[in-house]
Nanobody
Framework: QVQLVESGGGLVQSGDSVRLSCAAS????????VGWFRQAPGKEREFVAA????????AYADAVKGRFTISRDNTKNTVYLQMNSLTPEDTAVYSC?????????????????WGQGPQVTVSS
C-alpha cells in the first residue's frame, strides 16, 4: 500500500511559479514510478508528467514541456512538480499517482494509488 498526500498550489498570477509536493508513505514507495495529472473544470483528467523510481527517466505532456519539471527525493519519499511560466490554462486540480509499471505512464489506468490533489488557480 502507498498513501500519497500532495501540498502546494493555491492562487497565483500568470507567469508565476509554483512547486507541488507529493509525499508518500509505504515501505516500497521508492520502487514506484510517480505521475502528476490534472483536471480542469468540465474537462477530463490529463497527464502532466511522470518520473521513474530511480529518477533516471521522465516524461512530459507537450503542453508543459519546457515549463514544468518533475523530480523526486527518495530519501524523503517525495516527488515534486516545479511549474514555471504558469498560464490560466494550467488552472486545475493536480494529483499525483504511483505505479509499478512504466509501460503507459500517461494513462490513468496505469496507476494504482492516487492522492487527493491541490487546486492550482492561475489568474490572468
Amino acid at each position: 500500500q502507498v498513501q500519497l498526500v500532495e501540498s502546494g498550489g493555491g492562487l497565483v498570477q500568470s507567469g508565476d511559479s509554483v512547486r507541488l509536493s507529493c509525499a508518500a508513505s509505504g515501505r516500497t514507495f521508492t520502487l514506484y514510478a510517480v505521475g502528476w495529472f490534472r483536471q480542469a473544470p468540465g474537462k477530463e483528467r490529463e497527464f502532466v508528467a511522470a518520473i521513474t523510481w530511480s529518477a533516471s527517466g521522465t516524461a512530459y505532456a507537450d503542453a508543459v514541456k519546457g515549463r514544468f519539471t518533475i523530480s523526486r527525493d527518495n530519501t524523503k519519499n517525495t516527488v515534486y512538480l516545479q511549474m514555471n511560466s504558469l498560464t490560466p490554462e494550467d488552472t486545475a486540480v493536480y494529483s499525483c499517482a504511483a505505479t509499478q509499471s512504466w509501460g503507459r505512464v500517461n494513462s490513468n489506468a496505469s496507476y494504482a494509488y492516487w492522492g487527493q490533489g491541490p487546486q492550482v488557480t492561475v489568474s490572468s
